[in-house]
């Protein structure tokens, strides 16, 4: 039997008391042009909030088709649809300094980093959020799979103790996408769908006859467009194929270029030295100045090359932490595996992570995010493998 159409009414209660009974005040929403952000914008208008849709242009290499104009439209068509203000903030060069450039710089030293993390602190929840506040706004809403719980709250607007938590679909949480943000962050910021399911939301989008009902939903990196990343990458980085290595060194094949690759990654390198009835191949290590890559078909060499303690840069903890003992994401999507925390001396922006078994697949560069049970905690960048 069906789930009926939510928890709509639930939804938006949790809206609606979202900022202790700030429903009304004026909210600018990010219309991507798709039906995320424009369910997100009929949730809140339906709510009682003055709601202006924002259409968010960004940088684009010349080199891909151009289709921003496309998503503008169809952000317009959500806002004419909903009768609500429009309008077009241009982030262009905030969005190729303080994200694609960042994401560069570390491909070129043989990190993988998350581009999406970059373009929501950068853009999403820093340059939108400013220039909203500037013209007015109390709150922005985008159109994440994610949701605040607010506990602790202190003259109407200085919200304290709040809560990032996972969304309610499990195939669509982004709350790993969001570490960055701080509480001053969730503090003007909502998420009107996180209380939803796709399928609830595609419902809600047709039954508000916004014209992108059925639109598919976008894919490949933050607001770059669909395209594999060595071919992006090749457009800035000069780069020359090379040698893969087995483990004890020897020459077994070809690659387009070390720092294309991600550790634990099995495809886009050619191994010519095997047999048929050989096991697939997996990137163990990749050597930058050599520009070679070490990979292995036995699983013996993955686990002992698999470490067991990282250290993490950059960390961001939105909560106070209960205890040391928590759960980690190491990927989007990916299982939640126990880990031990060690905390640096006072307010230490590094930590030491320690698995309870060698992780396999572990790339330097990319995010770990810490949970609580629903509870996103925070996270940081894998930056060094402990001995």
């Excluded at 789930?3 to 600018?28: C, D, Q, Y």
């Excluded at 194929?241 to 390198?269: C, P, Q």
Aim: net charge positive; charged share 25%; proline share 4%.
């Amino acid at each position: 039997m069906p789930k009926p159409l939510m928890n709509t009414r639930e939804t938006l209660l949790n809206i609606s008391h979202h900022k202790a009974g700030l429903a009304g005040g004026r909210v600018f929403v990010g219309l991507s042009g798709g039906v995320d952000s424009a369910a997100s914008a009929a949730l809140l208008k339906k709510a009682g909030y003055d709601v202006t849709g924002v259409f968010i242009k960004v940088w684009q290499p010349d080199f891909l088709p151009c289709n921003w104009r496309d998503e503008r439209r169809d952000a317009m068509r959500v806002a004419i649809a909903l009768d609500i203000p429009f309008l077009f903030f241009d982030f262009e060069k905030e969005y190729k300094k303080g994200v694609v450039d960042k994401m560069i710089a570390e491909y070129k030293v043989g990190r993988t980093p998350n581009p999406d993390v970059l373009c929501n602190r950068e853009i999403k929840f820093g340059a939108f959020w400013k220039q909203a506040k500037k013209m007015g706004a109390d709150f922005i809403a985008t159109g994440h799979y994610a949701r605040i719980e607010n506990s602790n709250i202190e003259n109407s607007l200085k919200i304290k103790n709040s809560k990032l938590k996972i969304g309610i679909d499990p195939d669509k949480d982004q709350s790993y996408f969001l570490w960055t943000l701080t509480q001053n962050d969730l503090s003007h910021t909502i998420f009107p769908i996180g209380d939803l399911e796709k399928s609830e939301v595609r419902k809600l989008a047709r039954k508000s006859h916004l014209p992108v009902s059925e639109k598919k939903d976008s894919q490949g990196v933050c607001f770059i467009g669909e395209i594999r990343m060595d071919e992006f990458l090749s457009h800035f980085v000069s780069t020359k194929s090379g040698k893969v290595l087995d483990t004890r060194g020897d020459v077994i094949g070809t690659h387009k270029g070390a720092l294309f690759y991600t550790i634990g990654e099995r495809h886009g390198f050619e191994v010519t030295k095997k047999s048929s009835e050989d096991k697939a191949f997996y990137i163990l290590s990749k050597n930058i100045k050599t520009n070679t890559l070490t990979v292995s078909n036995k699983e013996p060499e993955i686990i002992s090359s698999s470490p067991t303690r990282i250290m993490v840069k950059d960390v961001n903890w939105i909560s106070e932490l209960a205890t040391t003992r928590l759960s980690a994401r190491i990927r989007y999507r990916g299982e939640k595996i126990p880990v031990i925390v060690k905390l640096g001396h006072g307010v230490s922006k590094q930590i030491t992570v320690e698995f309870q078994k060698p992780m396999r697949g572990l790339s330097l560069g990319q995010s770990i995010v810490f949970y609580e049970n629903e509870i996103c905690l925070g996270g940081g960048v894998m930056d060094k493998i402990l001995k």
